[in-house]
């Protein structure tokens, strides 16, 4: 039972974190493919879990934090810029429906792959101890996120793209900051909420700033 729980938890934790991303650019593109790009990253690591095995384990976890820790910051500063394109866009009168950007689609799959490594190097710690147990918390935790996601994502399909985008970044960076830190010293995951909330009140600031091209000029006297 306890070999159970600890693949349900772990799954579901780092399982969570990669959801919610999918969710907020299903929120931004509108589409249900942001979804699959997610899923595909996970099943690229969760695949080749169970054939590589313990081989997973040898790979430095240093490198491996500060890999993915890069990934997420670079894909999280180009959503900053995004996020700021959205608001001029709105600002002038653009239109609503944007593109449905690549980018965005290997942000989905980068976000979930990173996760599921993160998962990875527990479960393949507890497979020799009891397969079935741990293949079932697993699928447990899997089937708690996917049905959690089912159930929300409608709700996030009516904020705009804009705040959508702040959110995707204000994540991807908060998880990048913490793979760093966690490459070097051991960090507690609650360490995540202050991280998201500087974050995107930071982006939320740098997209909304005003546009320097949309103030108005002082008045002119007469002469």
Excluded: C
Aim: aromatic fraction near 10%.
């Amino acid at each position: 039972m306890a070999i159970f729980l600890a693949a349900l938890g772990i799954t579901t934790l780092e399982l969570v974190e990669a959801s919610a991303v999918g969710l907020a650019l299903y929120g931004d593109s509108k589409r249900p493919s942001a979804f699959l790009y997610v899923a595909l990253g996970i099943a690229a690591v969760f695949v080749p879990m169970f054939v590589l095995g313990a081989l997973i384990t040898l790979l430095p976890n240093v490198y491996v934090r500060l890999v993915g820790g890069g990934l997420l910051l670079y894909f999280g500063l180009r959503l900053v810029k995004s996020a700021r394109k959205s608001v001029l866009r709105s600002r002038k009168g653009g239109l609503s429906a944007e593109h449905f950007e690549k980018g965005i689609m290997a942000t989905g799959f980068s976000v979930g792959a990173v996760e599921a490594f993160e998962a990875a190097i527990v479960l393949v710690a507890l497979l020799p101890n009891n397969f079935q147990s741990t293949v079932s918390g697993m699928g447990a935790g899997i089937a708690v996120v996917v049905v959690s996601t089912y159930v929300l994502r409608n709700q996030v399909r009516k904020v705009k793209q804009a705040n959508m985008k702040v959110v995707v970044s204000a994540l991807l960076l908060s998880f990048a900051v913490f793979w760093f830190a966690e490459a070097f010293v051991e960090v507690n995951d609650l360490v995540l909420i202050p991280l998201f909330v500087t974050f995107a009140f930071a982006v939320h600031r740098i997209a909304n700033r005003p546009s320097p091209d949309l103030r108005i000029a002082p008045d002119r006297p007469v002469a």
